[in-house]
């Protein structure tokens, strides 16, 4: 495949817009396009990048395009249905949409037949690292895709991220991004439980954390998100409830769709659907802490 000097990126929101920019200092001839157009605007003002409202002219041009979007249904909007599916029309053969968000993996998997049939490639590469990470270029990235395509868009994302691993066929990287948050949003819920229950006994949460953190409980929930934003009520980790609560959904559904039984995922998406739909999805994600701590961990009734 040729080599990527034109990239498109379609989301320049608090991720987006520092990863664009890792881009730009890079060398890459970039154009950014959100749909707060203004915002797009605002990035191009401040980089050597250039802006654009129209996903044909970001097609044109474009070796590779980024998605950095909320969800797998705002990717496919954007790539197949907004303006006329003006960005798939758009995208020469040999060309790669490189997907960095969150998404659900057998969408991501359809989109690449339907991407497949223009000739025209698909990566998912979605990361973890947070603001922090994104601002220093210190991105997790897991990716998913064909190994001629991964190795054409490597030298993009080695830009943005500084661990690289390439997980598997395409939507593996998506799979394994919603694992991986599973995983953390089931160890907070789990370590919120072990202090109320503490902390009803009699415990004080701030002993007990300093204890689990040195002791075999210990989690990036008791290190990071419970001492530092929890028990101070801070609660300023970057990372919106909604978007822990998605990605949670999209593990439940991925066994489902796969006809694995996976009873801890189920009971860990309706508790954060519940604190989500209580609180708001913009909400801190830490703030799930508040409500349980108010209504217990269990589930509303289907």
């Not at 129209?54 to 041009?61: M, N, T, V, Y």
């Not at 949409?97 to 993996?105: E, F, L, R, Y």
């Not at 066994?255 to 801190?284: C, F, H, K, W």
Request: hydrophobic share 50%.
């Amino acid at each position: 495949m040729p080599e990527i000097k034109n990239v498109g990126f379609i989301g320049i929101g608090n991720m987006g817009s520092r990863m664009a920019a890792h881009l730009v200092r890079a060398g890459y001839a970039v154009t950014v396009f959100d749909i707060a157009a203004g915002r797009a605007r605002q990035f191009a003002d401040e980089h050597q990048a250039r802006a654009t409202d129209r996903l044909a002219e970001l097609a044109a041009g474009a070796d590779a395009v980024v998605t950095m979007l909320p969800s797998g249904h705002e990717v496919r909007d954007a790539v197949m249905v907004m303006q006329g599916g003006a960005l798939a029309a758009g995208l020469r053969p040999g060309s790669i949409v490189i997907d960095m968000s969150s998404a659900a993996p057998v969408g991501t998997r359809e989109l690449g037949k339907a991407l497949g049939a223009r000739g025209i490639g698909l990566v998912d590469a979605p990361v973890s690292g947070g603001i922090t990470g994104a601002e220093k270029a210190t991105l997790a990235i897991m990716i998913g895709g064909e190994p001629d395509a991964i190795a054409a868009v490597k030298p993009v994302l080695e830009r943005m991220g500084n661990r690289l691993f390439e997980v598997g066929g395409l939507g593996c990287g998506h799979a394994m991004k919603c694992l991986n948050n599973f995983l953390a949003a089931t160890s907070f819920a789990a370590a919120n439980e072990a202090l109320r229950v503490g902390r009803t006994f009699g415990l004080d949460p701030k002993v007990m954390i300093d204890v689990i953190n040195v002791s075999t409980g210990r989690s990036f929930a008791t290190d990071v998100v419970i001492k530092e934003h929890v028990l101070n009520e801070k609660f300023a980790t970057g990372f919106a409830l909604g978007l822990l609560a998605k990605d949670v959904g999209i593990t439940a559904d991925l066994a489902e769709q796969i006809a694995v039984t996976a009873p801890i995922g189920e009971l860990i998406r309706n508790l954060y659907r519940d604190a989500s739909e209580a609180l708001g999805g913009a909400e801190d994600h830490s703030r799930a802490a508040q409500y349980w701590a108010q209504h217990g961990l269990k589930p509303a009734a289907e």
